[in-house]
């Protein structure tokens, strides 16, 4: 069973920054998407930010923000947020995503809290 333990969450002041990581127990080249996933009180999950081979997508108010990027070597992903404000409060989740042929399986981490006073 694919395990994916996130760390790196906390409390801290606006413009200041934090970095998530994302530790996988396989190998993370074998999942075709990684992304990161955020969830406020009272919203919906939402995507921040994927990585999909050599390419990388955000939502837009993290745009110019936050930077995902990962290091196959040491199985983990991760997610740069500098300039954090207020509103990027929530429970991250880290997400792998595995397509073989017609079969489709997500995975997720346990989240880890992001709090940013202000």
């Known amino acids: 069973q694919v395990q994916l333990v996130e760390s790196g969450g906390g409390l801290v002041q606006a413009g200041g920054s934090l970095r998530l990581s994302c530790t996988a127990s396989?190998?993370?080249?074998?999942?075709?998407?990684m992304g990161w996933y955020r969830q406020a009180p009272g919203k919906q999950r939402e995507l921040v930010a994927v990585?999909?081979?050599?390419?990388?997508n955000y939502a837009d108010s993290v745009k110019g923000r936050f930077t995902i990027s990962r290091d196959n070597a040491k199985n983990t992903l991760y997610l740069q947020m500098s300039s954090l404000k207020p509103e990027d409060t929530a429970v991250y989740y880290c997400?792998?995503?595995?397509?073989?042929?017609?079969?489709?399986?997500?995975?997720w981490g346990q989240g880890t809290q992001v709090t940013v006073s202000s």
């Open positions: 997400n792998a995503r595995q397509s073989v042929v017609a079969i489709v399986n997500d995975y």
């Open positions: 396989g190998r993370i080249f074998s999942f075709n998407v």
């Open positions: 990585i999909s081979g050599g390419s990388t």
